[in-house]
C-alpha cells in the first residue's frame, strides 16, 4: 500500500514538472525533464483517472510556439496519439477558440494575445504538425470508447467521424462567431494537406459544407471546388447545407445560402423540419425568404411542413399574411396531416390575429389531423383560454371525437384549467361521452387527480357509477397514483357523490385493492373510513393488505396495520 501511494505521488510529481515547463514553454526544462527519464508520451491522469492527454496535447492547447511543438516531436513525440475521447494533438488545436483560452486559462503565457494572434498561432501549430505527418483525416469517432468493440476499428480506418477539418467548423459552427471565425487559410492548409471535404461525421453524418454556411460563401466556395456534395443530407433530419443555412438567421447565412443556390442547391428539398423556405418562415428571416422566392421555392410545396405551417409555428403575422396573398394553401396537410391552423392553436403563446386570419382564408376550423385531432383538440395542452373561446366562437365543433373516441372534453380535463373545463360544457360538450376504451371525462379528471374538475363535472351530471370496458369505476381510477393530497380529495368527493366504495371491476378489485397496489397511505386510509372493506377477496383470491406489502409507498406505514386489524 506504502509502496502504491509512493508510486502514485512520483508519477504525480513528474506530471506537475513536465506540465509547469511545457506550461512555462521553456524548451531547456522540458529538455531537463526528459532527460530524467521521464517518458514523451506519458498519459495525463486527472483525480486518478486516465486522461490520455499528452505533453505534445498540453502543449498545443497552451498554444506553444512551433519551436516548443517541433521539439517535443524530436524527441519522439508521437504526432497522432490520441486521448481517450479519440482526439489527436491535431484535433486539439483546431477545436481551441480564442474565448477558451483567455477565459479558461487566463494566466497562460500569451493569453493577452489578440484573436488574429491566436489564430496565427493555432495556424502555425498546424503547419508544423502537419509537415511531421499528422493525419489529417483522422477520424474522431464520438462514441463510447470505453466499449471494446468501439475500440476495434481504427478511427483512421473509419468511414464517418469528425475528421480535423469538420471539427474546426463544428467548432465555429457550435460556439459561434462570438468565439473565433474558422478562417479560410486554415481550412486551405488542411485541404492541401488532403483533408477528405466529403466525410461526414458521426453519429449525425454532418458534412464540413453544412457547418461552413455559417462562415460565409469564402468558406462555402473553398470546400464547393475541393469537391464538397452540395446535396449531402445529415441523418439528424436529413438537411442539406441550403436547410442548414435557411436555418440562419444572419447575413452570413444568407450570403452562403446565395451562393448554394448559384451552385444548384435544391431549393425545394424536404428534410424533418421542412423546406427550407419552411426553415426561414419559422424564424421569420424576411431576407432569406424573398431570396428563397425569387429562385424559385414553392409555396405550395405537398406533403411536408410547409413555409405557412412555419410562419404560424413561428407567429410569423406579417410572413403569413403575405403567404396567403401569394397564394398559400391555409388547409394543406403534413405528414402527419397538421394544418397550419392546427400549428398555430396549439402554441403556449396563440396568437389570435394569426388564427382568425387563417380561419377568414378559409382554413377549416375542423379538419382533422391524422390521429383525428381538431385544432381544438391541438389549442388544449398548452395554448391559453382565450385561445379555446376564439376557436369555439369562429366555429369549433366541441363534440368531435379523435381516433381514440377521446373528445375536447376528456383532453381539458386531463391537460387544461377548470376554466377550459367549464367552457367546453357550456359550448354543448356531452359530459358522459367516452372513448374508445369506455372512459369519460369525470374518468380522466380522477385519474389525474384534478378536484376543480371533478367537482365541476359532478355538477353537470357526470355519472360517478360508470365503468369503463375494463370494468373500472370511476373510483377505482381515482385510487391509483401518488398524487395524495388532491386524490384524497377527489376520493372523498367522488363517494360523496354516490360512489360505491365497494363496487368490484372485471377481475373482482376494489378500490381499495387498487390503492393498495399503487397509491400513497393518505388514499389507503380515506377509503377505510369511507367504509372499504378489507376483508373482500378479487377473484384471484387476494385482500388488499396482499397487494399492500408489495407498495414501496406503505413500507412502514401505519396504514399496514389497519389493514390487518380488518381481520
Known amino acids: 500500500m506504502v509502496a502504491a501511494q509512493k508510486s502514485m505521488t512520483q508519477s504525480a510529481m513528474t506530471q506537475s514538472a513536465m506540465f509547469q515547463a511545457i506550461y512555462q514553454g521553456k524548451i531547456d526544462a522540458v529538455q531537463s525533464v ?243 423556405l419552411t426553415q426561414a418562415c419559422i424564424s421569420g428571416n424576411t431576407s432569406m425568404v424573398e431570396l428563397l422566392m425569387e429562385h424559385g421555392a414553392d409555396v405550395n410545396p405537398s406533403g411536408g411542413f410547409t413555409p405557412l405551417m412555419g410562419a404560424a409555428r413561428g407567429s410569423q403575422v406579417e410572413l403569413i399574411e403575405w403567404l396567403l396573398k401569394e397564394g398559400a394553401d391555409p388547409n394543406a396537410v403534413n405528414r402527419n396531416g397538421w394544418t397550419a391552423l392546427m400549428e398555430a392553436a396549439q402554441l403556449e403563446n396563440a396568437d389570435g390575429e394569426i388564427i382568425a386570419m387563417l380561419i377568414e382564408a378559409g382554413a377549416k376550423v375542423n379538419a382533422r389531423c391524422a390521429e383525428g385531432k381538431t385544432a381544438l383538440m391541438c389549442a388544449l395542452m398548452w395554448a391559453p383560454p382565450a385561445t379555446i373561446r376564439q376557436l369555439l366562437d369562429l366555429g369549433a365543433d366541441v363534440r368531435m371525437k379523435d381516433e381514440d373516441g377521446s373528445t375536447a372534453l376528456m383532453l381539458a380535463a386531463e391537460e387544461s384549467s377548470v376554466e377550459v373545463v367549464a367552457m367546453l360544457i357550456e359550448a354543448g360538450a356531452k359530459v358522459d361521452a367516452t372513448n374508445a376504451e369506455g372512459k369519460s371525462a369525470l374518468m380522466w379528471a380522477a385519474k389525474f387527480a384534478c378536484p376543480a374538475a371533478v367537482r365541476l363535472l359532478l355538477d353537470q351530471g357526470a355519472d360517478v357509477r360508470m365503468k369503463d370496458k375494463a370494468g373500472s369505476t370511476v373510483l377505482m381510477i381515482a385510487a391509483q397514483g401518488y398524487s395524495e393530497e388532491s386524490r384524497v380529495e377527489v376520493v372523498a368527493m367522488l363517494v360523496e357523490a354516490g360512489a360505491k366504495v365497494n363496487a368490484r371491476g372485471a377481475e373482482g378489485k376494489t378500490a381499495l385493492m387498487c390503492a393498495a397496489m399503487e397509491s400513497m397511505p393518505g388514499v389507503v386510509r380515506q377509503l377505510l373510513d369511507l367504509g372499504a372493506d378489507a376483508q373482500l377477496k378479487d377473484k384471484a383470491g387476494k385482500w388488499a393488505i396482499d397487494y399492500a406489502w408489495d407498495n414501496f409507498a406503505l413500507s412502514g406505514s401505519p396504514v399496514l396495520q389497519q389493514l390487518k386489524t380488518a381481520f
Open 34 to 276: 526528459i532527460d530524467s527519464g521521464v517518458d514523451i508520451n506519458m498519459r495525463y491522469q486527472v483525480e486518478g483517472k486516465r486522461g490520455g492527454v499528452t505533453p505534445l496535447m498540453m502543449a498545443v492547447a497552451y498554444l506553444s510556439t512551433p519551436e516548443m511543438i517541433q521539439f517535443l516531436i524530436d524527441s519522439g513525440a508521437e504526432v497522432d496519439a490520441h486521448c481517450d475521447k479519440q482526439s489527436t494533438a491535431l484535433i486539439y488545436c483546431l477545436g481551441i477558440g480564442s474565448k477558451f483560452f483567455k477565459t479558461l486559462l487566463p494566466v497562460a503565457p500569451g493569453s493577452t494575445r489578440t484573436d488574429a494572434e491566436l489564430d496565427r498561432a493555432k495556424y502555425e501549430i498546424v503547419k508544423v504538425l502537419l509537415k511531421n505527418g499528422a493525419d489529417v483525416n483522422w477520424a474522431r469517432h464520438e462514441s463510447d470508447h470505453s466499449d471494446p468493440a468501439n475500440r476495434m476499428v481504427r478511427p483512421r480506418d473509419r468511414t464517418d467521424g469528425t475528421t480535423p477539418l469538420a471539427w474546426y467548423l463544428r467548432r465555429g459552427h457550435t460556439m459561434g462567431r462570438r468565439d473565433w471565425i474558422c478562417t479560410p487559410e486554415m481550412v486551405q492548409l488542411l485541404i492541401a494537406h488532403g483533408a477528405d471535404v466529403k466525410v461526414s461525421t458521426s453519429p449525425e453524418r454532418e458534412t464540413p459544407l453544412m457547418f461552413a454556411v455559417d462562415q460565409g460563401p469564402e468558406m462555402v466556395q473553398l470546400l464547393l471546388d475541393a469537391g464538397a456534395k452540395i446535396e449531402a443530407k445529415c441523418r439528424y433530419g436529413e438537411m442539406t447545407a441550403l436547410n442548414h443555412a435557411a436555418d440562419g438567421k444572419n447575413e452570413t447565412s444568407l450570403r452562403s445560402a446565395k451562393l448554394l443556390l448559384a451552385n444548384g442547391a435544391e431549393i425545394n428539398h424536404l428534410s424533418k423540419a421542412g423546406y427550407p
